[in-house]
């Protein structure tokens, strides 16, 4: 199965932005619904408590062993070692299943209660939710074949019909008894991850059925001994591995090293496990200190949710996509355990020409959120939420300052993903260190900023640690690269014209805030489209090359 890595990366965090927007305008309008019609505190419930818990599960259970797989299977070279891929990718189901015991404990009798109205339905939000993350999990063995494959379609297909089965189920019983809302969402999650099994399991047996009647179309006229008709079947499927869909399975694939698994694989994965549990405390770190302690109300942590929802939008719908599809380009271009000066040189060049038009764009990106999020902060909250959800000024500056967050949520993902990417496993071991250190100093900065400043300190603290996460990871690419004389960092400086066009942008925005909301809204578009133009102006190679790559994926 041929394939671009680069091309294939660029297409899927394409795809996933495209349609992570359409479905996750979708989300934010059932939020908008849930804030205006059932109540913070309900919102408070689901999308911090309950979500909280899903993404605890998930990460823990499958972040190590997928990152760990996706680097064994781009250094090896025996095919039969898919055996033990597969079978790696099968210990997060029981590693889910064990998790949750302790967690749904925490979660039932540790962290502060919900109104006693709310008691039973969480209750039973909170084992729905377990279930289902052990369910999803059911097919991450064939969700790790798309994605090494390069399925792009299928993965975006497949998110978009997840959400979108959630979000109809969802509106389906609370539009019919608002009281529900709570056993609503529960519901939702479950029917979410049987859509996920049926839909990946679904697909590859209709795949391998298609190439199966497409050998059996070849070989009609000279009918073959069933040997050579699976010598054949190997030679159209390529370097496709799997031949039937058991072969999903854990202990079906032929492994002729006859070992279950793999110890450089389970090193690896070790190495990441310490990372995930520590990265997982600084992505949620926020929501584990409202959940245990009563620091903010649920009414407060809606608040403070809807508003991070919303100032994370950049977040899902553009970083994340491109993390995700950077991560997946360098680990299958540069080598973990080879220096640079010592790997094919232009792949090298290549993945730090890749590395600087990441930073360049994700920064942009950053800074056009901080300077327009600016003025523009309490018209989106008015739209969305109300002129009740806006009063007192509270979510105004939670999404001002949220702004900046963005900007350097987007510089760490980038950044970091590369380093993570490219760390050999005592590297990583030796980053757990450092990521202890700044998990514990975020978790006692979120406690002490948010005595003094309340929700915005989460904010401050998440600044702070991002700050230093940064300063961490751009060292390690300017060392790594300092040797060859190349220096992927620059794409963090986005150029005299941009920049000029866009300080000019934020101070007229600003002039215009306390005008009619019609008159500052066509001012911001305008801006906007200027900055647009300046940046394109400045950076006239990379818009040629996104053309040139667009076109030539259109054509395919």
């Given at each position: 199965?041929?394939?671009?890595?680069?091309?294939?990366?660029?297409?899927?965090?394409?795809?996933?932005?495209?349609?992570?927007?359409?479905?996750?305008?979708?989300?934010?309008?059932?939020?908008?619904?849930?804030?205006?019609?059932v109540?913070?505190?309900?919102l408070?419930?689901?999308?911090?408590?309950?979500?909280?818990?899903?993404?605890?599960?998930?990460?823990?259970?499958?972040?190590?062993?997928?990152?760990?797989?996706?680097?064994?299977?781009?250094?090896?070279?025996?095919?039969?070692?898919?055996a033990?891929?597969?079978n790696q990718?099968?210990?997060?189901?029981?590693?889910?299943?064990?998790?949750?015991g302790?967690?749904?404990?925490?979660?039932?009798?540790?962290?502060?209660?919900?109104?006693?109205?709310?008691?039973?339905?969480?209750?039973?939000?909170?084992?729905?939710?377990?279930?289902?993350?052990?369910?999803?999990?059911?097919?991450?063995?064939?969700?790790?074949?798309?994605q090494v494959?390069c399925?792009?379609?299928?993965?975006?297909l497949?998110?978009?019909?997840?959400?979108?089965?959630?979000s109809?189920?969802?509106?389906?019983i609370?539009?019919?008894?608002?009281?529900?809302?709570?056993n609503?969402?529960?519901?939702?999650?479950?029917?979410?991850?049987?859509?996920?099994?049926?839909?990946?399991?679904?697909?590859?047996?209709?795949y391998l059925?298609?190439?199966?009647?497409?050998?059996?179309?070849?070989?009609?006229?000279k009918?073959?001994?069933?040997?050579?008709?699976?010598?054949?079947?190997?030679?159209?499927?390529?370097?496709?591995?799997?031949?039937?869909?058991?072969?999903?399975?854990?202990?079906?694939?032929?492994?002729?090293?006859?070992k279950?698994?793999?110890?450089?694989?389970?090193?690896?994965?070790?190495?990441?496990?310490?990372?995930?549990?520590?990265?997982?405390?600084?992505?949620?770190?926020?929501?584990?200190?409202?959940?245990?302690?009563?620091?903010?109300?649920?009414?407060?942590?809606?608040t403070?949710?809807?508003?991070?929802n919303?100032?994370?939008?950049?977040?899902?719908?553009?970083?994340r996509?491109?993390?995700?599809?950077?991560?997946?380009?360098?680990?299958?271009?540069l080598?973990?355990?080879?220096?640079?000066?010592?790997?094919?040189?232009?792949?090298?060049?290549?993945?730090?020409?890749?590395?600087n038009?990441?930073?360049?764009g994700v920064?942009?990106?950053?800074?056009i959120?901080?300077?327009?999020?600016?003025s523009?902060?309490?018209p989106?909250?008015?739209?969305?939420?109300?002129?009740?959800f806006?009063?007192?000024?509270?979510?105004?500056s939670?999404?001002?300052?949220?702004?900046?967050?963005?900007?350097?949520?987007?510089?760490?993902g980038?950044s970091e993903?590369y380093?993570?990417?490219?760390?050999?496993?005592?590297?990583?071991?030796?980053?757990?260190?450092?990521?202890?250190?700044?998990?514990?100093?975020?978790?006692?900065?979120?406690?002490?900023?948010?005595?003094i400043?309340?929700?915005?300190?989460?904010?401050?603290?998440?600044?702070?640690?991002?700050?230093?996460?940064?300063?961490?990871?751009?060292?390690y690419?300017?060392?790594?690269?300092?040797?060859?004389?190349l220096?992927?960092?620059?794409?963090?400086?986005?150029?005299?014209?941009?920049?000029?066009?866009?300080f000019?942008?934020?101070?007229v925005?600003?002039?215009?805030?306390?005008?009619?909301?019609?008159?500052?809204?066509?001012?911001?578009?305008?801006?906007?489209?200027?900055?647009?133009?300046?940046?394109?102006l400045a950076?006239?190679?990379?818009v040629?090359?996104?053309?040139?790559?667009?076109?030539?994926?259109?054509?395919?």
């Amino acid at each position: 199965m041929a394939r671009n890595v680069l091309e294939s990366s660029l297409l899927g965090a394409g795809f996933s932005i495209i349609f992570q927007i359409l479905c996750r305008i979708l989300t934010f309008g059932i939020n908008a619904y849930i804030v205006r019609h059932v109540g913070r505190e309900v919102l408070g419930i689901m999308n911090v408590r309950l979500l909280l818990l899903e993404s605890t599960l998930l990460f823990l259970s499958r972040e190590a062993i997928n990152r760990a797989a996706l680097s064994a299977n781009a250094q090896q070279g025996d095919r039969c070692s898919w055996a033990q891929l597969i079978n790696q990718m099968w210990l997060t189901v029981p590693i889910c299943a064990v998790l949750c015991g302790p967690c749904l404990y925490i979660w039932l009798n540790w962290l502060s209660s919900v109104d006693a109205i709310y008691a039973s339905q969480y209750e039973f939000a909170c084992y729905a939710v377990a279930l289902s993350c052990v369910l999803e999990l059911v097919a991450e063995s064939a969700v790790f074949v798309a994605q090494v494959f390069c399925f792009v379609k299928l993965k975006i297909l497949l998110n978009t019909l997840h959400i979108l089965v959630r979000s109809a189920i969802f509106l389906w019983i609370v539009t019919g008894d608002r009281s529900a809302a709570i056993n609503a969402f529960a519901i939702a999650q479950l029917s979410s991850a049987v859509t996920i099994v049926l839909g990946q399991y679904g697909f590859f047996y209709f795949y391998l059925k298609g190439f199966k009647n497409f050998v059996t179309q070849q070989t009609r006229k000279k009918p073959l001994t069933p040997k050579a008709w699976q010598i054949s079947l190997y030679e159209h499927m390529d370097d496709f591995p799997f031949k039937h869909l058991n072969d999903f399975l854990p202990g079906v694939m032929f492994n002729p090293n006859g070992k279950y698994f793999n110890r450089e694989l389970q090193t690896l994965t070790l190495s990441f496990v310490k990372q995930g549990v520590l990265k997982q405390i600084l992505t949620e770190g926020e929501k584990y200190v409202m959940s245990v302690s009563p620091v903010l109300s649920f009414g407060e942590q809606a608040t403070y949710d809807v508003v991070n929802n919303l100032g994370s939008m950049a977040a899902r719908f553009i970083f994340r996509p491109i993390e995700d599809s950077s991560y997946f380009y360098f680990t299958q271009t540069l080598s973990r355990d080879i220096k640079l000066a010592k790997q094919p040189q232009e792949r090298v060049r290549q993945a730090s020409s890749v590395l600087n038009n990441l930073l360049l764009g994700v920064s942009s990106i950053g800074l056009i959120a901080f300077t327009f999020g600016q003025s523009y902060s309490y018209p989106v909250l008015l739209l969305y939420g109300g002129p009740d959800f806006v009063a007192g000024g509270l979510p105004q500056s939670l999404l001002q300052w949220h702004c900046l967050a963005i900007y350097l949520l987007a510089v760490n993902g980038i950044s970091e993903g590369y380093m993570f990417a490219t760390n050999t496993s005592r590297d990583i071991d030796k980053y757990n260190y450092l990521m202890a250190i700044f998990s514990i100093s975020f978790l006692v900065l979120s406690y002490i900023l948010t005595g003094i400043f309340g929700p915005v300190g989460f904010i401050f603290a998440n600044c702070i640690n991002m700050m230093s996460r940064i300063l961490y990871s751009t060292y390690y690419i300017r060392h790594q690269y300092r040797p060859l004389s190349l220096d992927p960092l620059l794409g963090l400086w986005p150029g005299k014209l941009f920049g000029g066009t866009l300080f000019l942008a934020g101070i007229v925005c600003y002039w215009y805030q306390s005008s009619s909301l019609v008159t500052h809204l066509g001012v911001g578009v305008l801006a906007g489209l200027a900055c647009l133009l300046s940046w394109a102006l400045a950076h006239r190679d990379l818009v040629r090359l996104a053309w040139r790559y667009g076109r030539r994926i259109k054509i395919e």
